[in-house]
């Protein structure tokens, strides 16, 4: 959901705000903390991930999540088995209805191939690689030839409960290599969520 689609926001509480550069991971179930660019990073993931879980929440009509994505290396956005699809995803209280699904590619663009991504939609809806990326060609995480995409994601989930169970994942799809995590993976910069209320 977008901004543009909740209208009448009366007020904004923000209720989770970590850059990880303290390694507090109280609230965080599957953390981990690595260094990428001088700064404390989340993760790298490949085929795992992290729950974040927020509790005693007052009275609110929205949860919007903030995020600094970081897509390391080689993505292979929608590709047919066995490079991908490539995954990444949010899930709010282990429902299947308030899950944002979408894929990412960090994969080269020529007019005769092209690998495709749904980032800034969801999947499978079919754009270039790196669409709505902040900076592209950064430093490789771990590949030799790698680059990493850097993605300032919003997102907006109605909610009303008093507490709220966030999960950040991946679903990588890379079977013809030795070491998987090097080929794909994923971290977060930072992460901030507020409560809206119309
Ligand atoms: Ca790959
Ligand atoms: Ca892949
Ligand atoms: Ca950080």
Same mark, same amino acid.
């Given at each position: 959901?977008?901004?543009? #689609?909740?209208?009448?926001?009366?007020? @904004? !509480?923000?209720?989770?705000?970590?850059?990880?550069?303290?390694?507090?991971?109280?609230?965080?179930?599957? =953390?981990?903390? !690595?260094?990428?660019?001088?700064?404390?990073?989340?993760?790298?993931?490949?085929?795992?991930?992290?729950?974040? !879980?927020? @509790?005693?929440? =007052?009275? $609110?009509?929205?949860?919007?999540?903030?995020?600094?994505?970081?897509? $390391?290396?080689?993505?292979?956005?929608?590709? @047919?088995?066995?490079?991908?699809?490539?995954?990444? =995803?949010?899930?709010?209280?282990? *429902?299947?209805?308030?899950?944002?699904? !979408?894929?990412?590619?960090? *994969?080269?663009?020529?007019?005769?191939? #092209?690998?495709?991504? *749904?980032?800034? @939609?969801? $999947?499978?809806?079919?754009?270039?690689?790196?669409?709505? +990326?902040?900076?592209?060609?950064?430093? +490789?995480? #771990?590949?030799?030839?790698?680059?990493?995409?850097?993605?300032?994601?919003?997102?907006?989930?109605? $909610?009303?409960? =008093?507490?709220?169970?966030?999960?950040?994942?991946?679903?990588?799809?890379?079977?013809?290599? *030795?070491?998987?995590?090097?080929?794909?993976?994923?971290?977060?910069?930072?992460?901030?969520?507020?409560?809206?209320?119309?």
């Amino acid at each position: 959901m977008l901004w543009s #689609c909740v209208s009448d926001i009366d007020r @904004e !509480t923000l209720i989770y705000d970590n850059n990880f550069e303290t390694v507090d991971l109280t609230k965080i179930e599957g =953390g981990i903390v !690595t260094s990428y660019l001088g700064q404390n990073i989340l993760g790298t993931y490949n085929n795992g991930g992290f729950k974040l !879980t927020l @509790e005693g929440l =007052g009275t $609110h009509d929205y949860v919007q999540i903030q995020v600094l994505l970081y897509v $390391h290396d080689s993505w292979d956005g929608n590709a @047919e088995s066995p490079d991908g699809t490539d995954y990444w =995803g949010v899930m709010l209280d282990s *429902s299947e209805v308030d899950v944002f699904k !979408t894929s990412f590619s960090n *994969s080269p663009c020529y007019n005769n191939y #092209c690998l495709m991504q *749904s980032y800034p @939609e969801r $999947h499978p809806f079919l754009t270039f690689p790196r669409t709505g +990326a902040s900076a592209v060609d950064l430093p +490789a995480f #771990c590949k030799s030839d790698g680059t990493t995409s850097a993605y300032e994601i919003e997102l907006i989930f109605p $909610h009303r409960k =008093g507490q709220v169970e966030i999960v950040f994942w991946d679903e990588l799809n890379q079977p013809n290599t *030795s070491d998987a995590q090097c080929d794909e993976s994923w971290s977060l910069n930072n992460i901030q969520v507020k409560l809206l209320s119309i």
